[in-house]
């Protein structure tokens, strides 16, 4: 069975405090693995895709990287509007020629000013 | 670019009535769209796919005759809750794909069946 894990649950930051979300998986027939941001009462937003291990994406504060086993989001010098939980999915064949995603929990996001 | 729309944004229904939420992808024509429903504090649990024109394919444990997908058109697919009853009570999420590649997600629907 897939499973995606991510950690930790909760993370309370400074302003200006840099850190790393970790997303760890076990699936079968990995396609590409993505991070998405949500905000309470909102679907969840579009930041990265990875498809290969070494590979790195970049979008302002954020950076991505990949490994065969797992995903780090990293956040460099977070400002408070960053608040969010942070997804991860896993993209994996459902049959014929659909690709399903599996999410993990998340990670809660609170940047204080 | 990329956006995808919802409505209704909430709606509260009464017990065994039938609620339709409608999910259109606006600017961009969606091969395939999802339906996930999420529980407060949980994650996404997909619910079913469908593409354009063909039946939904759903996800095990979900009850196809309960949750009714229509995929009409490449920008409007459609989920109608038969006979909602309180623990279907949840936060309702589509998405749709140009490709098989990245899902962009709508804003969500909450319902709530008293």
């Known amino acids: ?113 | 670019g990329a956006v995808v729309s919802q409505h209704p944004s909430w709606v509260i229904c009464k017990s065994g009535t039938s609620v339709k939420i409608e999910c259109r992808s606006l600017d961009f024509q969606a091969t395939t769209m999802f339906w996930y429903r999420q529980f407060p504090k949980q994650s996404l649990m997909l619910m079913a796919t469908s593409n354009e024109g063909s039946k939904a394919t759903y996800e095990q444990g979900v009850e196809k005759d309960k949750f009714l997908i229509n995929h009409a058109s490449l920008t409007l697919s459609t989920l109608t809750v038969t006979s909602a009853h309180p623990e279907d009570s949840s936060f309702y999420i589509c998405s749709a794909s140009l490709n098989t590649d990245t899902q962009y997600f709508g804003p969500g629907t909450r319902l709530t069946v008293l």
Do not use: M
Not at chain 1, 59 to 71: G, H, M, N, V
């Open chain 1, 1 to 113: 069975e897939d499973q995606v894990t991510q950690s930790p649950e909760a993370l309370r930051l400074q302003e200006g405090e840099s850190s790393s979300l970790n997303c760890s998986y076990t699936v079968s027939g990995l396609r590409g693995l993505f991070w998405y941001r949500q905000d309470p009462g909102k679907g969840p937003e579009f930041l990265f895709t990875l498809y290969s291990a070494g590979e790195e994406k970049e979008k302002e504060r954020l950076k991505a990287t990949l490994t065969k086993k797992e995903s780090f989001l990293h956040i460099t010098a977070p400002k408070p509007e960053d608040s969010a939980t942070y997804l991860c999915a896993v993209q994996v064949r459902s049959g014929g020629s659909n690709y399903k995603l599996t999410f993990g929990k998340g990670t809660l996001l609170t940047v204080n000013p």
